[in-house]
């Protein structure tokens, strides 16, 4: 059974550009959940997804947003990059509900975003 | 403001070694503590504890809750080189979506 996914690998853009990752979640799983690590700090949660609806939401500025399909894949948007949004971005996935299942989440191998 | 707090931030052993990582925590509605291991990218799962007192164990590591002074451990014996990697604590709250402490960066030298 595949685990998350998350593509792509690396992504280098430009400071005002904008960036798309994207996560698929193991098969079964309907929520999904989106952390920024940067360097030397601990995981921040930045958006979880449920039935295609946005759950909770951390303490990021709007320019991050995004989005789940139908097929509870989930794509995260970053818009008008900084530098400081440099950073590896992980996804997570777990079995749905009102309630958050975090603690069951199995966490992908992340995407690493270089803002230059 | 709810925090988790790790240390050491950063710790080189020999392999046979055993070392000790500790994670503190002050958050309001505590549920649980989780351990993770993150060798290259993805963290895994490593324990989640809710008890105070009971030991988990797998294999050379294992951990413990204090709930009355608010921290955990989390002991490998026995280290090997495989063992090197950034160690995540984090606790599990009402209403929250895990809060991580910085991490242990842990080396396991031959």
């Known amino acids: 059974e595949a685990g998350v996914t998350q593509s792509p690998t690396h992504l280098i853009k430009t400071r005002g550009q904008q960036a798309t990752l994207r996560c698929s979640p193991i098969?079964?799983?309907?929520?999904v959940y989106w952390y920024q690590q940067a360097l030397g700090l601990g995981l921040q949660f930045l958006l979880w997804?449920?039935?295609?609806?946005?759950?909770n939401r951390g303490n990021f500025p709007p320019r991050f947003s995004g989005r789940q399909f139908p097929n509870y894949s989930s794509e995260l948007n970053v818009n008008a990059l900084e530098l400081e949004d440099s950073a590896l971005y992980l996804c997570a996935s777990s079995r749905g509900g009102t309630t958050s299942r975090i603690t069951e989440a199995f966490f992908g191998q992340g995407t690493r975003l270089t803002v230059v | 403001e709810d925090k988790v707090v790790q240390s050491p931030l950063s710790l080189v052993v020999h392999e046979g070694d055993t070392v000790t990582l500790n994670c503190s925590y002050e958050?309001?509605?505590?549920?649980?503590l989780l351990w993770y291991k993150q060798e290259k990218k993805a963290p895994t799962f490593l324990f989640m504890l809710?008890?105070?007192?009971i030991e988990k164990k797998s294999g050379r590591l294992s951990s413990i809750l204090d709930k009355k002074e608010l921290f955990s451990i989390l002991n490998i014996t026995a280290t090997q080189t495989g063992d090197s990697a950034i160690y995540l604590c984090a606790v599990y709250y009402a209403g929250n979506m895990l809060t991580f402490g910085g991490g242990t960066r842990l080396m396991v030298k031959p």
């Open positions: 997804y449920d039935e295609g609806e946005e759950r």
């Open positions: 809710t008890s105070s007192g």
């Open positions: 098969s079964g799983h309907t929520s």
């Open positions: 958050v309001t509605n505590f549920r649980s």
